[in-house]
């Protein structure tokens, strides 16, 4: 499975500050739960990266 593999499965994805200073990533899938935490550096890093694939995916559609 890649990045490029389609798969008909449906999620859920929660994104929120945590109690402990870190940021959380919850996916939700098929009945199994995955809690990623980040500290906010790594957080921003990773929105930069979607920021990026973003831009990159407008230039593929044209």
């Known amino acids: 499975m890649g990045i ?3 798969r008909d499965i449906e999620a859920n994805l929660q994104i929120g500050p945590t109690d402990h200073g870190m940021v959380r990533l ?3 899938a ?7 935490d980040f500290d906010p550096e790594e957080a921003e890093e990773i929105a930069d ?3 990026a694939a973003a831009q990159a995916a407008r230039q593929v559609r044209r």
């Open 4 to 6: 490029n593999t389609e």
């Open 26 to 28: 919850f996916v939700e």
């Open 30 to 36: 098929r009945g199994v739960e995955i809690p990623m």
């Open 49 to 51: 990266e979607i920021r």
